[in-house]
């Protein structure tokens, strides 16, 4: 049987090791709860800056559209310099004058009418028919669905009004007829007198003999634009 002394020490040392183990944890948990407060400062703070670049991403680039929607205007019925918008795109002027539409031009097959946003239309829903392109001088207007359908197949598109010169329409004329993959009708609802129309560009010129027009067909007839290279202009509607 131990001294009362030996008992004695044996439950101070016990007592002094669990406090030892008790401070020990404390300790511990004190290092825990100092990380976790660290690590969530940190995450607070990335999604903070996450939140920040969001919002000014958004921002930014709302104030892109918002000055491309202020900047453009209406071109259904006018065809001057300049970028102008509708409906879903916006003319793009190149410094040679050619006018590029900046915006989605469908090519579903349609056989009701279509509202285009650029007259004459450069693109777009059409019929399934197309109009006769194999050179072909038409005297009265053709359906823009028919002749957009031509457009895909890499024709151009020369419209007149009776503002032009009959010589010049006289010249255009025999330019087509030597011309495969065009076609070329009156067109009343057109701010210039001759415009030249490709699938998604279009040209206004002042005479037959502009030399821009030789480029315009050299460039486009059959050129890069044309969604359906190859395709027959010929056996078309003729009227």
């Given at each position: 049987?131990?001294s009362?002394?030996t008992?004695?020490?044996?439950?101070?040392?016990?007592?002094?090791?669990?406090?030892?183990?008790?401070?020990?944890?404390?300790a511990r948990?004190?290092?825990l709860?100092?990380?976790?407060v660290?690590?969530?400062?940190v995450?607070?703070?990335?999604?903070?800056?996450?939140?920040?670049?969001?919002?000014?991403?958004?921002?930014?680039?709302?104030?892109?559209?918002?000055?491309?929607?202020?900047?453009?205007?209406?071109?259904?019925?006018?065809?001057?310099?300049g970028?102008?918008?509708?409906?879903?795109?916006?003319w793009?002027?190149?410094?040679?004058?050619?006018?590029?539409w900046?915006?989605?031009?469908?090519r579903?097959h349609?056989?009701?009418?279509?509202?285009?946003?650029m007259?004459?239309?450069v693109?777009?829903?059409?019929?399934?028919?197309?109009?006769?392109?194999?050179?072909?001088?038409?005297t009265?207007?053709?359906?823009?669905?028919?002749a957009?359908h031509?457009?895909?197949?890499?024709?151009?598109?020369?419209t007149y009004?009776?503002?032009?010169?009959?010589?010049?329409?006289?010249a255009?004329?025999?330019?087509?007829?030597?011309?495969p993959?065009?076609?070329?009708?009156?067109?009343?609802?057109?701010?210039?007198?001759?415009?030249?129309?490709a699938?998604?560009?279009?040209?206004?010129?002042?005479?037959?003999?502009?030399?821009?027009?030789?480029?315009f067909?050299a460039?486009?007839v059959?050129?890069?634009q044309?969604?359906?290279?190859?395709?027959?202009?010929?056996?078309?509607m003729?009227?």
């Amino acid at each position: 049987m131990g001294s009362p002394t030996t008992d004695n020490d044996s439950s101070s040392a016990r007592k002094a090791h669990v406090a030892e183990m008790r401070r020990a944890e404390q300790a511990r948990r004190r290092r825990l709860r100092g990380l976790t407060v660290a690590a969530s400062a940190v995450v607070v703070a990335g999604l903070v800056a996450g939140a920040v670049f969001v919002v000014k991403a958004r921002s930014d680039d709302g104030g892109k559209k918002a000055a491309a929607a202020a900047s453009a205007t209406d071109d259904t019925k006018n065809a001057g310099t300049g970028p102008k918008s509708a409906a879903g795109g916006q003319w793009a002027t190149g410094a040679d004058g050619v006018r590029t539409w900046k915006g989605p031009l469908a090519r579903n097959h349609v056989t009701t009418p279509v509202t285009y946003p650029m007259r004459p239309p450069v693109g777009g829903d059409h019929n399934p028919v197309w109009a006769d392109c194999n050179g072909t001088v038409y005297t009265k207007p053709v359906k823009d669905e028919m002749a957009v359908h031509s457009l895909e197949h890499g024709a151009v598109w020369v419209t007149y009004t009776d503002r032009a010169a009959k010589s010049d329409v006289a010249a255009l004329a025999a330019r087509v007829k030597a011309t495969p993959y065009t076609l070329m009708s009156p067109y009343a609802d057109q701010s210039a007198p001759l415009v030249l129309s490709a699938w998604g560009h279009q040209l206004s010129v002042r005479a037959a003999d502009d030399p821009a027009v030789d480029t315009f067909f050299a460039t486009y007839v059959q050129g890069a634009q044309t969604p359906e290279p190859g395709a027959s202009c010929s056996s078309g509607m003729m009227q």
